[in-house]
């Protein structure tokens, strides 16, 4: 059974930086894409950074240079290390993994398939 799990969310001050976990579970994460998404109250959920197999990856534009995304296929863990927060980046954070095994990454939501459950930051002074 497939399963993601975010951890790391958490209210930190403008300008701070956190760390998001997301531990994958049920499949071999090293087959797959993984995307990070956010979704702010009243706002579409949008996408953030994706990581490819190879471990390359996009951003939005919203986030780049301040966002970067890794993974360690052994832990079977993707990270999204945030700095230079900004009020703007409060949201709930969700990873997911891509529907397709071996195909690139994207940061439209309709491209992945499994979901973990969410974890809140809030930048906030």
């Known amino acids: 059974q497939v399963q993601l799990v975010e951890s790391g969310g958490a209210l930190v001050q403008p300008g701070g930086s956190l760390r998001l976990s997301c531990a994958a579970s049920?499949?071999?994460?090293?087959?797959?894409?993984i995307g990070w998404f956010r979704q702010a109250p009243g706002k579409e959920r949008e996408g953030v950074s994706c990581?490819?197999?190879?471990?390359?990856?996009t951003y939005a534009d919203s986030v780049k240079g301040r966002f970067t995304i890794s993974r360690d296929n052994a832990k079977s863990t993707v990270y999204l290390q945030m700095n230079s927060l900004k009020p703007e980046d409060t949201a709930a954070y969700y990873c997911a993994k891509r529907s397709l095994r071996g195909v690139g990454c994207s940061l439209i939501q309709y491209h992945y398939n499994n979901w973990g459950q969410g974890t809140q930051v809030t930048v906030s002074s």
């Open positions: 990581i490819r197999r190879d471990g390359t990856s």
């Open positions: 049920g499949f071999t994460l090293d087959d797959y894409s």
